[in-house]
């Protein structure tokens, strides 16, 4: 089955990447947001997992086969969904993508587990949780959709019967620590630790040049100017969003370092975007590692993923008011690098 591939139109120019795909192919807005998101769309040669990206004239857009389910007459036509949606699609697609990592089902590690709380050590390339009007949206067929960390943690510990509460996530190619509540009062005390910003959380990234600065402060927006989400000078934009990181170097090595960042507040693609900025982007980032309309910084590290790991988490359990804090090492593809650059 051939490859999905278009160039942009005039008259889809400006428009954001996903906005595009939703309407070339009569897909739903969650249809078209877990493509993209999912990986399986490419501007030229690049991979573009950013639905906001917006789109120029002139551009080729190419989906990877076997992942649109057509609604109606258009363009290209993938295959009938009965067939190939559960064979092509979650299997052959996620080892082959660069982002991919080990197969999820083989490295979700259980940190720590009683009758409120799930911690879970996830695995680069697997996602988080799927939100619910996505799923609602495939109805019988959700079935087809590629397994998430929240589909798999109930088996896990044994009770596949009673579904874990998702109160926040990490990016599909990040690894690291993730907590779930199991009854809806813990829900509810972790979503608040959340929303005040009290819950630690550091990440380890391995980037390209050392960031100068200690701290980042800035308001981010889902546009920034090329279609990436970013910074803006605005002091009041309608959607933009306040973000700080604080940022330590653990280690220089060379043109690349170790850095921790501990987030005080978590805003999509946070650390990313803040290190971006700052002159080093994470080895691996495709996405944020340039300029506005510039071009990428250089990139030897042979990193296939952008490199962060959420390592360290601390909260206060939601039913014994108890402030717990669990570690986790990062995985044998970042250690890997790490040892590489030094």
């Not at 900025?277 to 993923?305: F, Q």
Request: aromatic share 4%; charged share 30%; net charge positive.
């Amino acid at each position: 089955m051939p490859l999905l591939t278009f160039v942009v139109e005039s008259r889809e120019s400006g428009k954001t990447l996903a906005a595009v795909l939703k309407l070339r192919f009569g897909l739903s807005w969650s249809q078209a947001k877990r493509l993209v998101e999912g990986r399986h769309v490419r501007i030229g040669q690049q991979v573009e997992s950013d639905v906001a990206r917006r789109v120029k004239a002139g551009k080729r857009v190419i989906v990877a086969e076997g992942c649109i389910e057509k609604k109606g007459a258009g363009k290209p036509a993938p295959a009938p969904e009965t067939k190939p949606q559960p064979k092509s699609k979650p299997k052959p697609k996620r080892p082959s993508k660069k982002s991919s990592g080990p197969a999820p089902q083989l490295d979700i590690e259980i940190v720590y587990s009683d009758d409120a709380i799930v911690v879970a050590n996830k695995p680069a390339g697997l996602t988080t949780m799927r939100h619910r009007e996505e799923a609602a949206e495939f109805g019988r067929g959700k079935r087809f959709l590629p397994t998430t960390l929240a589909d798999q943690l109930p088996r896990l510990l044994g009770e596949p019967g009673r579904p874990v509460i998702a109160v926040h996530r990490i990016d599909r190619d990040t690894s690291g620590l993730v907590v779930f509540a199991r009854t809806a009062a813990a829900g509810a005390s972790l979503s608040k630790q959340f929303r005040k910003h009290t819950v630690d959380r550091r990440y380890l990234a391995l980037t390209r040049g050392a960031p100068v600065v200690n701290r980042i402060e800035s308001i981010l927006v889902k546009d920034r100017g090329d279609g990436r989400r970013g910074s803006t000078r605005k002091t009041d934009p309608p959607d933009g969003k306040r973000a700080i990181t604080h940022v330590k170097v653990v280690e220089e090595l060379g043109a690349y370092a170790a850095v921790e960042c501990r987030l005080e507040t978590g805003r999509t693609h946070q650390v990313r975007i803040h290190l971006g900025e700052a002159g080093a982007p994470l080895c691996g980032e495709r996405i944020y590692d340039r300029p506005i309309n510039g071009r990428p910084a250089p990139d030897g590290s042979d990193a296939e993923r952008p490199l962060l790991h959420a390592a360290r988490l601390g909260l206060v359990h939601p039913a014994t008011g108890e402030t717990m804090t669990w570690e986790a090492k990062p995985p044998a593809d970042f250690a890997k690098v790490w040892s590489g650059l030094r």
